[in-house]
């Protein structure tokens, strides 16, 4: 069950800021989830499972975790899908597949390297879902989520609808090449970033609307609650230039107004006759197009919001990456990039 969501009022007051942003590479690629950027050159993986890099307005694929035929859902697991994706010191991209596991790509050659295969159970569990990752410094560490050892990436929704706590926060260690569980019992584990000092790991928990830290070291597997009870249900989480943290929402928790997610989370019975009766395709059509982006200070207060009230311009937000004054937009389904000019804001 989910507390009453906050009221949007304050830095949270609802505005058009989102609506600034201007859309592109159009209907070039389908759902960019995550973007990082090498100098001016631009990283992203998209729905069709491929690794594309743009550079100079210019759309080329470099890599492809998985392989063809791609674009129904019963193709996914094949085909792959990218979902977070870093650069290492190296300048290498290390990509998240949620089906295919994590993966280090050369963007020069294209030569691609498994790290953690799906196909080896961890600790006993099989990885179902890899999500998002996030690199050290020095490249010696990975952290990334598995947001469900039930359900994969096509069948989010149901992941969402039944609210299950199998979700697990793992670590792989690049030299030793072992992978160990951090946290376990967590609900639909999503974006993860590291803190600045790399003293602790945040882990965005969708269905909860909520983010918890991890601290290693002294408090060994310490975890807490670093932002609760969110005005929307997180996705990815990056740095942003003032030390604080982007925060994309998924999908909104209205107040006032009518969240659907909040309304059915203490009603099984209905939820289950929805997953009958609908299609998720269905099903997604119920969520309102409602895009948020939130900045959150170093301590998880909120310092400001970007709205788009019914993603008229930004759609679908997964991701917010910072760069040079710039942010770009990701999206798990909609066909483009948005930019948006931080200074306009």
Partial sequence: SLKEPPLLTGVLEPNIKLRKAERLWENQLVGPESIVNIGDVLFTGTADGKIIKIEDGEIQTIARIGHGPCGTREDEPTCGRPLGIRVGPNNTLFVADAYYGLSEINPGTGETKMLV???????????????????????KKIYFTDSSSKWQRRDYLFLIMEGTDDGRL??????????????????????????????????????MARIRYYVSG?????????????????????????????????????????????????????KRMISKLLSQETMTKFVPKYS??????????????????????????????????????????????????????
């Fill in 218 to 270: 002294l408090m060994k597997g310490g975890a807490d609650m670093f932002v609760e009870n969110m005005p929307g249900f997180p996705d990815n989480i990056r740095l942003s230039s003032s030390g604080g943290y982007w925060v994309a929402m998924s999908a909104v928790r209205p107040n006032p107004g009518f969240s659907l997610l909040d309304f059915l989370s203490e009603k099984p019975w209905i």
């Fill in 292 to 345: 948020l982006v939130v900045e959150l200070s170093e301590t998880g207060s909120y310092r400001r919001s970007f709205h788009d009230p019914s993603g008229v311009t930004v759609a679908y937000v997964s991701e917010a990456h910072e760069h040079n004054g710039y942010l770009y937009l990701g999206s798990f389904r909609s066909p483009f990039i948005c930019r948006l000019n931080l200074q306009h804001v």
């Fill in 170 to 207: 793992l670590e792989y260690d690049t030299v030793t090449k072992e992978v160990k569980v951090l946290m376990v019992g967590l609900r639909f584990p999503n974006g993860v970033q590291l803190s600045p000092a790399e003293d602790f790991v945040l882990v965005q928990e969708t269905t």
């Fill in 117 to 139: 295969s799906t196909k080896t159970p961890i600790e006993g569990q099989k990885l179902s879902f890899v999500n998002d990752l996030t690199v050290t410094r020095d490249g």
